[in-house]
């Protein structure tokens, strides 16, 4: 049989000629009562706050987790960012080195145009002064040619001072020509 504070209170004995005095048994079955009534109350309360604690641990278990999963997707999601950012870099690096090449190529190919435009350019020179030598040169002989002539026609030739006249520097007249 299970005690209530109701049955404890409403529990009869029989009576005795030497029994015990009946108003003591009810007093103390109604202390008992009031106390085992106190006990239930407090365990109900107590019963009922552990629930409360227990759906408290249930939703912080459920806030635990959902932080773990959080933070283990951060953790992907920030490899998965590290991991992107590095393949950038390295393509970056790459087509920085290649532009680097190309223009290093561009660069060497065009200082090779430019020293072959200035190889054509001193062979042109020299061709068009060795033409300006050779035409000078024609010139002194049809000059020499003609004063020849013309010291013929005359009396008296003045043979040093017509050679001295001759003499040209063909260098210094190309050097003043150029």
Not at 36 to 44: H, S
Not at 153 to 171: G, I, Q, R, S, Y
Request: proline share 2%; aromatic share 2%.
């Amino acid at each position: 049989m299970k005690f209530t504070p109701i049955t404890i209170k409403s529990q009869e004995f029989s009576k005795s000629m030497r029994g015990y005095d009946a108003e003591e048994v009810k007093t103390f079955l109604e202390k008992l009562a009031n106390e085992i009534e106190d006990m239930i109350d407090e365990n109900e309360n107590l019963t009922q706050e552990v629930e409360e604690l227990r759906s408290r641990v249930s939703e912080f278990n459920k806030i635990e987790k959902e932080l773990q999963d959080t933070l283990i997707k951060a953790k992907e999601s920030s490899s998965q960012s590290l991991e992107s950012t590095q393949k950038q870099t390295a393509t970056m690096v790459k087509e920085a080195e290649m532009k680097a090449k190309q223009l290093l190529d561009k660069a060497k190919e065009d200082a090779n145009e430019v020293r072959n435009a200035v190889i054509i350019l001193r062979e042109e020179r020299d061709m068009i002064i060795s033409k300006l030598k050779a035409m000078v040169n024609t010139q002194v002989s049809i000059l020499e040619g003609k004063i020849q002539r013309g010291d013929e026609k005359k009396e008296k030739p003045k043979p040093k001072e017509t050679k001295a006249e001759l003499e040209v520097d063909v260098d210094d007249i190309v050097n003043k020509l150029l």
